[in-house]
C-alpha cells in the first residue's frame, strides 16, 4: 500500500538577526534563508523559522521577540517544535515516522507560499508536503494541510498539529460535547468555568507519568497563553462523529519530566478514495496581550479578546 500524505502549510514570522541571508529566485519577500536549510517567515512583529533537514518542522514562533515554543535547545531528544502527524495514531503507533517527522525536507517555492516536502514513507505510504504563507485577509499565519490517498484502497485519515510549548501557561477552549478521555495516560484535569475549558499548567499537579486530554471542542479555536504573549489557533470545528477512533478534536500533552506541553487539535477524519484528499486549514493568531489583561481561568475578558482576535477586532 502506498498512500500520499500532502500536508500543505502557511504561517508567519519575522527575523531581527543581524546575519547575512540568502536570497533564492521566486523566493516570497516575507521569507528569509540561512545557510542550507533554515527559513524564517516574517508578519508584523511575529517571527516564524522552519528548519528543512529536520521534516520541515517549527523550530520557532517568537511574538515581540518572545519565544512560544519548547525549542530544540532545551533538549536532548527530537521532541521539540512544531510538527504534524496523520490520526488515528493506531496507525503507526510510537515513535512518530521519521521520514515524515524528522527527516529532510526538499524545499520550493510556488507564488507566495514556501513548500517543504517529505520523501514517501514506505511503512505507511505517506508523504508530506507543509506550505507556509500569509493569509492577507486575516492577517495572521495560515497552514493548509492537504491528505493524499496514493493506494489502492479506500483510507480513513484526519489530520493532526502538534505544536509543544514550554510546561507553563494557560490553554483553553470552547467546551465541546463529549466527555473527556486519557487513554494510557494520568488525566489532565480542566476546569469548565462559563463554557470555556481551561488548564493552567502547575507542576505541583503533574504526577510521575504523562499526562493527557482527548476531548471535543466548539467554535473551532484553541489557544494558548504565557508570559504576556498569546497563539490562538483557528480551524473548522469538527463534530463528535467525525473525530478519529480514540482520538480528540483538542488533544493536550504534558510530559513526565515536566520539560514541555503540547497544544494540539485535529480535524475531521474523512475516507478517501485512491487518489483521493482532504485539505484542512489551520490559522495562527499572535498577539502580544494589553497589559490589564490577566492570564487566570475563567477570565471573561481573556475569551471576548480572544473572540475579538478571530473576528478581526483585536
Known sequence: QIMLFVAASFLVACDRSQEVIDVVPDQPTFVSHKGKNKYTITQGDTQLSVVADIGGRISSLKVGGQEMLFTADLTHTMVWGGTFWSSPQSDWFWPPVAALDSEPYEVSFDNDHII???????????????????????????????????????????????????????????????????????????????????????????????????????????????????LVKEFK???????????????????????????????????????GHLDWEVLWHTRKLPLDMKVVNGNEALVSYVRGVLNGVN
Open 116 to 230: 517543504f516536502t517529505s520523501t514517501v514513507d514506505e511503512m505507511t505510504g505517506y508523504q508530506f508536503v507543509k506550505s507556509y504563507g500569509i493569509n492577507d485577509k486575516k492577517k495572521c499565519l495560515s497552514v493548509k494541510y492537504s491528505i493524499y490517498n496514493r493506494t489502492n484502497i479506500e483510507k480513513n485519515v484526519a489530520g493532526w498539529e502538534v505544536t509543544r510549548v514550554p510546561p507553563q501557561g494557560t490553554v483553553f477552549f470552547p467546551q465541546g460535547d463529549t466527555e473527556s478521555s486519557f487513554g494510557i495516560f494520568y488525566p489532565i484535569v480542566i476546569e469548565p468555568l462559563g463554557g470555556i475549558s481551561w488548564f493552567t499548567y502547575d507542576a505541583k499537579n503533574i504526577l510521575d507519568n504523562h499526562h493527557k486530554l482527548n476531548t471535543d471542542g466548539k467554535e473551532g479555536w484553541l489557544a494558548y497563553a504565557n508570559n504576556e504573549y498569546l
Open 237 to 275: 470545528d469538527v463534530p463528535v462523529e467525525l473525530m478519529a477512533a480514540g482520538e480528540g478534536e483538542i488533544e493536550l500533552y504534558v510530559h513526565d519530566q515536566k520539560t514541555y506541553m503540547e497544544v494540539n487539535q485535529q480535524s475531521a477524519i474523512v475516507t478517501l478514495a485512491p487518489g
